[in-house]
């Protein structure tokens, strides 16, 4: 099976949106939501969705490690593994610096984990939670939470947990905390696009 699915707004793509799904899930889940955030933003913007590398154990979807229990030295090789990914998918038009990494659940904390020490153009990290040997370079990209008060599967406490580690950095990302469950609702897309667009410096047009 494919590692990667694609989908291409334009044959022009200046710009990148790698998306990496939750536990479970598989590569084709947050393509939706990807489709919505271009047409709403506009301009030559390239969707990757990348297929975590083991099947889950209950036989369908994928997980990036195992996570119950969760296997910590399995997610470090994990980490290692998506970001020589990313940079396999950096080309000239479209280096790492033209690129948002956006990433729900175990694919939020995968999008930390890996995404905070390359040269991103930006991070979205919804419902997400810290690997258990986090380190946050000194220079991270901007980076956009989203969790619900009432998440069932992964605590709020757990983004909670991220914002404080940035913010010892003095650095402010940008948060929405919102009345919900383990989930992107839809009232969040239009904070969302504002800030893939401030990412992408405005360039869209």
Not at 30 to 51: A, C, F, K, W, Y
């Amino acid at each position: 099976m494919e590692e990667e699915v694609f989908w291409f707004p334009s044959e022009r793509s200046k710009f990148r949106i790698v998306l990496l799904h939750g536990w479970g899930a598989d590569a084709e889940d947050l393509m939706p939501i990807g489709r919505d955030l271009i047409d709403g933003i506009g301009g030559n913007i390239e969707l990757v969705s990348l297929r975590a590398p083991k099947a889950h154990p209950q036989g369908l979807g994928r997980q990036w490690y195992s996570l119950f229990p969760a296997d910590w030295e399995e997610a470090e090789k994990a980490v290692i593994d998506l970001r020589l990914r990313l940079e396999n998918l950096s080309t000239i038009n479209i280096p790492l610096q033209k690129t948002v990494l956006f990433g729900f659940s175990q694919g939020g904390a995968m999008a930390m984990a890996s995404g905070c020490e390359l040269p991103l153009a930006g991070l979205i990290v919804c419902s997400g939670y810290p690997h258990k040997k986090l380190k946050l370079s000194e220079s991270l990209p901007p980076i956009f939470f989203s969790h619900g008060y009432e998440d069932p599967v992964v605590p709020i406490q757990a983004t909670k947990e991220l914002i404080n580690k940035i913010e010892m950095k003095n650095i402010i990302p940008q948060v929405n905390l919102f009345d919900g469950g383990h989930e992107i609702p839809q009232d969040l897309y239009e904070e969302i696009k504002s800030f893939l667009k401030k990412c992408f410096l405005n360039k869209i047009n």
